[in-house]
Structure formats: structure tokens, C-alpha cells
């Protein structure tokens, strides 16, 4: 049984300091740090540094993509190319350090046509087998649809993939509405009141809304993060909240993909439900603790799982 990651709208980080933001100035950059980004990198990445194997597939192109995989391959994680129109972007972070802000440029991938999803579909669907975990996380490229993010799921479902997806915005209410039952559903706070419609105000609510999601056959197990407080995670068989640990915070870029990462091995290595929720939440909570582009940590993600052991909701 493996994980199988997939990011069709990869990047390549670029992370520097310099000591004031000022217009019109020449700034004077630290050496930048370069690091593989974007959704399922990330998980596979984080699934690695928790004690686990991943294989990322990434829909990576031209030599930034290249310098892109050539970073990413390392212990506990593989690399699958997946074909990708035109080349792969970068991203910049700047963090001030006369105040500490980070200020985070994002920039667009290249444009995506159907025919460019549906090659990318077909190499991707022979990588898994029956039982195997394929996570989708993160965002689609430009030119693509809400839509194909559920149709890629609807294909690696009918491959028989167990598929976990963490996805927001129209992407997300398209995989909710497909009623795939995907293995996992997870989406944050925001995304999940966008998604009902209404307030969850607390733990209970969320769980309830969570279980609304199983019960429309969105997935077998839906989660929903509420941020600093924990998790919820609701399945036919019952519902529980896992409390964040209380850890200084250094950055919480990182903390979604590190929880679909715990959840996702726990998962993979049968533990209960309860656990599965205790372990991504432990997974985030470590990666809060780490700077910028880092993810989670396993030695801090093992002293802290029991400070966010799952409890009935």
C-alpha cells in the first residue's frame, strides 16, 4: 500500500531577508533558499520527514521543473514526472527583518488546456493499484475548470485508489457536490463555512457539518480544521475533536499539508480513526513550530501526540 501524491501546479520557492522593505530602493537580499513547493509536494515531503514513504507525482516543466525535482528526490521520497505545458513557476518570500513581517509573491503557473489534464491523467492513473492512498492537495492551474479537480478524483477513484483530497474555493465545493465518497475530505475553517453556508462557530457545529458531508457521500471521513483550536473529523461511525498542542508559533505556512500528511500514514497503517485525527493534528501542531517553508517535525510531532489526543464530539 502506497501514497501517492499529486501536484499539477508545482513551484519553486525562493525564501530571502533583507533589512527594510523600501520602495524605489535597490534591496539587498540574503542568499535565497530554495525549496520544492505546492500541495502534494509538500505531504509527500512531510509524510517523509514523519517516518514514511511517499512517491510525488508533479506535473513539472522546463529547467526550473527539473531543478524542481532534482531538489525534491531525497530519503522517503520519490519522484514521478507528470507532463505539464510550458515551465514551471517560482515563487519569492521576503521576510523584513526590522519587523519580521513575511511578505509572499505568488505567481501563476502556466495555462493548462483539457488535452494537458488528460495527459497528465494518464500517466498519472497507472501509478496507483487497488488500496493504494492518492492525496490531492493544493490548487489547479490556470485554464482549468472547478471541475477538474473532481474529475481527476472521480478517475483515480474508479482506479481504485483510496483518494484524499484538501482543496478550497469552487475546486473543493465540485468535489463535495460530485458525491465521489472520497477516502478524506479535509478543508479549513473558512473553506468549510464558505462551503455550508453558515457559521460553525464550535467544535460541535463543525462536527456536525462534518458528518453532513459523510452523509451526502462526499467521503467516507470528512475534516475540518478550526485553525489554533484543533480539528474535527466526522465518519458513519462516529465523530471526534483533537485539540492543537499549545507550541509557540513560529510560521504556519505548512501546518495543512503536514496534517493531510500524518492523517494520510496514519491512515496507511491502520491506526483508528481517533488516531488518524490525533496524528495530523500533532503533525500540524510541530509545523507551526518550524520556520517558513519547513514543515512538520518528528521528533516534536512525538512529544506532543499526547497533547492532542481525539475525544468524542
Given at each position: 500500500?502506497?501514497?501517492?501524491?499529486?501536484?499539477?501546479?508545482?513551484?519553486?520557492?525562493?525564501?530571502?531577508?533583507?533589512?527594510?522593505?523600501?520602495?524605489?530602493?535597490?534591496?539587498?537580499?540574503?542568499?535565497?533558499?530554495?525549496?520544492?513547493?505546492?500541495?502534494g509536494i509538500n505531504v509527500a515531503r512531510a509524510v517523509a520527514l514523519l517516518g514514511g514513504e511517499a512517491t510525488a507525482a508533479v506535473a513539472a516543466g522546463g529547467p526550473i521543473g527539473a531543478d524542481l525535482m532534482r531538489l525534491l528526490a531525497g530519503p522517503g521520497v520519490a519522484v514521478a514526472a507528470l507532463p505539464a505545458p510550458g515551465d514551471t513557476r517560482q515563487n519569492l518570500s521576503v521576510i523584513e527583518?526590522?519587523?519580521?513581517r513575511q511578505y509572499r509573491f505568488i505567481f501563476p503557473g502556466?495555462?493548462?488546456?483539457?488535452?494537458?489534464l488528460t495527459a497528465a491523467r494518464d500517466a498519472l492513473l497507472p501509478m496507483v493499484g487497488a488500496g493504494d492512498?492518492?492525496?490531492l492537495s493544493g490548487s489547479l492551474p490556470p485554464g482549468l475548470p472547478a471541475s477538474a479537480m473532481a474529475d481527476l478524483a472521480r478517475a483515480l477513484t474508479e482506479?481504485?485508489?483510496?483518494v484524499v483530497c484538501d482543496t478550497s474555493g469552487a475546486a473543493l465545493a465540485e468535489v463535495a457536490r460530485a458525491r465521489l465518497r472520497l477516502r478524506v475530505l479535509r478543508m479549513d475553517h473558512a473553506e468549510a463555512e464558505e462551503l455550508m453556508g453558515r457559521s460553525l462557530p464550535t467544535p460541535e457545529i463543525s462536527a456536525a457539518a462534518a458528518q453532513d458531508l459523510v452523509a451526502a457521500d462526499a467521503a467516507e471521513i470528512a475534516i475540518l480544521a478550526r485553525g489554533a483550536e484543533g480539528s474535527v473529523l466526522a465518519s458513519a461511525d462516529g465523530r471526534w475533536f483533537a485539540p492543537a498542542a499549545d507550541v509557540p508559533v513560529v510560521s504556519v505556512t505548512g501546518a495543512g499539508d503536514s496534517f493531510v500528511a500524518g492523517a494520510t500514514?496514519?491512515?496507511?497503517?491502520?491506526?483508528?480513526?481517533s488516531e488518524v485525527l490525533c496524528w495530523g493534528v500533532s503533525a500540524a501542531s510541530s509545523a507551526v513550530t518550524t520556520e517558513a517553508t519547513q514543515?512538520?517535525?518528528r521528533a516534536g510531532f512525538e512529544v506532543i501526540l499526547s497533547d492532542c489526543l481525539a475525544r468524542p464530539v
Amino acid at each position: 500500500m502506497t501514497i501517492l501524491t499529486v501536484t499539477l501546479n508545482p513551484a519553486l520557492d525562493l525564501e530571502t531577508r533583507t533589512p527594510e522593505l523600501v520602495a524605489g530602493r535597490k534591496l539587498r537580499c540574503a542568499p535565497a533558499r530554495r525549496d520544492p513547493g505546492g500541495g502534494g509536494i509538500n505531504v509527500a515531503r512531510a509524510v517523509a520527514l514523519l517516518g514514511g514513504e511517499a512517491t510525488a507525482a508533479v506535473a513539472a516543466g522546463g529547467p526550473i521543473g527539473a531543478d524542481l525535482m532534482r531538489l525534491l528526490a531525497g530519503p522517503g521520497v520519490a519522484v514521478a514526472a507528470l507532463p505539464a505545458p510550458g515551465d514551471t513557476r517560482q515563487n519569492l518570500s521576503v521576510i523584513e527583518e526590522t519587523t519580521g513581517r513575511q511578505y509572499r509573491f505568488i505567481f501563476p503557473g502556466p495555462q493548462w488546456s483539457a488535452a494537458d489534464l488528460t495527459a497528465a491523467r494518464d500517466a498519472l492513473l497507472p501509478m496507483v493499484g487497488a488500496g493504494d492512498f492518492a492525496v490531492l492537495s493544493g490548487s489547479l492551474p490556470p485554464g482549468l475548470p472547478a471541475s477538474a479537480m473532481a474529475d481527476l478524483a472521480r478517475a483515480l477513484t474508479e482506479a481504485g485508489a483510496a483518494v484524499v483530497c484538501d482543496t478550497s474555493g469552487a475546486a473543493l465545493a465540485e468535489v463535495a457536490r460530485a458525491r465521489l465518497r472520497l477516502r478524506v475530505l479535509r478543508m479549513d475553517h473558512a473553506e468549510a463555512e464558505e462551503l455550508m453556508g453558515r457559521s460553525l462557530p464550535t467544535p460541535e457545529i463543525s462536527a456536525a457539518a462534518a458528518q453532513d458531508l459523510v452523509a451526502a457521500d462526499a467521503a467516507e471521513i470528512a475534516i475540518l480544521a478550526r485553525g489554533a483550536e484543533g480539528s474535527v473529523l466526522a465518519s458513519a461511525d462516529g465523530r471526534w475533536f483533537a485539540p492543537a498542542a499549545d507550541v509557540p508559533v513560529v510560521s504556519v505556512t505548512g501546518a495543512g499539508d503536514s496534517f493531510v500528511a500524518g492523517a494520510t500514514l496514519a491512515l496507511s497503517r491502520g491506526l483508528p480513526l481517533s488516531e488518524v485525527l490525533c496524528w495530523g493534528v500533532s503533525a500540524a501542531s510541530s509545523a507551526v513550530t518550524t520556520e517558513a517553508t519547513q514543515l512538520c517535525d518528528r521528533a516534536g510531532f512525538e512529544v506532543i501526540l499526547s497533547d492532542c489526543l481525539a475525544r468524542p464530539v
